[in-house]
Structure formats: C-alpha cells, structure tokens
C-alpha cells in the first residue's frame, strides 16, 4: 500500500439537519468523501457542527447517521488518526465515539497541533473572535455539567424535536447572503485572524469552521494563510495538507 501523506480538514456538515431537502442522500455524499480519501488520509480534523444535533445518554445510542459512523470506524481501523472538535450544534460528545470508534474528541475553543513540521492553529470558530452576551451565555449553559444531567433526564422525544426546531428556525431567520455580504463576511474573519497571527508569528496555517463560507488566503502583513472550510449544505467543501501545500478542495462525486 502507498504510503498515506494526506492530513484532511472538514467542518459543518450538519448531518441530520431537519432543513435538508434528502437526508439520506447528503450523509452518503460525506460518506462518499470518506471513502475517496481512504488510501491517502493519515489524518482526519473535523473541525465541528459536523452533526446538527446530538445529545450522547450513559446507555443508549441516538437513531442516524449509521453509515456515517461506520465509515469513521472503518477510516479508524485502517490506522487513520481522527479528531473532532466540537461546534456549537455537536457539544454534547462525550465517551461514546471515543471509546467505540477511537476518535479523540476536543472541546476547546481552539487547539494547536504541529502537523509535519508545521503549526496549525485550529478551531470551529463559534468562541474567536466577537461573541454577543447572549451566545456566552447560552455556551455557558450547554457546557455546565449540571445543565446537561438534568437536560439527560428529559426524554429524547421532547428534546430531538425541539433541538431540531430550534436550528430549522435558526437557518430560515438567516436571509440568504449575496456576493458582497460573503465578501463582507470574509473580510471580517480576515481581521480577526489577523489578530491571531499577529500574536502568534510563528503560525503557518489558522483553519477554521463555522463561518460557512470558503476561504483560502495569505494573511496581510504575515506569511500565515487561513483556511476557513466552508460547509457541506452548500459548498461540499475541505482542506488537504500533504506535508508541504495546503489546498482548499471542493468534493466532486
């Protein structure tokens, strides 16, 4: 077997999303991704919302997403190393795909990895940067540990629906963006990524989520470029690093 070079980045899939027109047909596009990166992947970076909800309970596994899960489990077992971190629509990870699947999962709001001999500054983005007092404190909530035992003690039909009402009504209250509200938008991760590298020159790549849109572009005034990874509602969109070149890829089945 040729030996395996490739370190992938992917971000906000939204699996499950009740927004979906097919979603049967947009987990097998992930999947299928998946399996074309199988003979080259050393490394797998999800960099969070790859599910638009999940809520992990102490004994029993949430319905879905079992391709997806399968496919991870077999990209784990051929030796491929595999993090998730979590989004603001995928929190709740805790034990279960870490201990079944061998996934490392992070909940931080970022994460630096030297990959190859190059530092990565890595994040889904949801907490760099501006936040509203009101998105602090809803990430307080889901985070606090009390919050999520008695979230636990619901019973899933009254929380799976809601969750997923929750984040339908989310999409539709987001107009669609134009072309200069996508270029407004980038113009202001470029800031804030400015910033990160600013404090931390030695950095060659900021990759992030979240954001929904693609960028691949070489911070002005550093020679840190910043990935922002788009998404997979619209975009089917990921990064490869090969040891050397960062590319920014869209996924053609």
Do not use: K
């Not at 983005?125 to 307080?140: E, N």
């Amino acid at each position: 077997m040729a030996r395996r070079t490739g370190t992938y980045f992917i971000s906000d899939l939204h699996l499950g999303a009740g927004y979906m027109g097919d979603r049967r047909d947009h987990e097998a596009r992930v999947v299928a991704f998946l399996r074309s990166i199988e003979c080259d992947a050393r490394r797998l970076y999800m960099l969070g919302d790859v599910l638009d909800y999940w809520f992990e309970y102490r004994d029993v596994v949430p319905r879905g997403f079992v391709r997806f899960f399968g496919q991870l489990a077999r990209l784990a077992d051929l030796g491929v190393e595999i993090v998730w971190m979590t989004g603001n629509h995928d929190i709740w990870l805790f034990d279960y795909l870490r201990d079944e699947i061998g996934i490392e999962v992070i909940d931080a709001p970022y994460i630096e990895r030297t990959i190859d001999g190059r530092l990565f500054f890595l994040a889904h983005g949801d907490r760099i940067g501006p936040q509203t007092a009101g998105f602090r404190f809803i990430c307080s909530l889901f985070r606090n540990r009390l919050c999520q035992r008695l979230y636990a003690g619901l019973h899933p039909r009254l929380t799976v629906p809601f969750a997923r009402s929750c984040s339908r009504r989310s999409r539709e209250s987001s107009p669609g963006a134009t072309p200069a509200d996508e270029i407004t938008h980038a113009d202001a991760v470029i800031s804030v990524a400015a910033d990160i590298a600013a404090g931390q020159p030695d950095l060659d790549f900021i990759v992030l989520g979240h954001h929904h849109i693609a960028v691949d572009t070489v911070l002005p005034g550093s020679r840190t470029c910043l990935i922002v990874l788009g998404d997979w509602i619209s975009n089917d969109t990921y990064a490869v690093f090969d040891g050397s070149d960062m590319r920014l890829c869209r996924f053609e089945q």
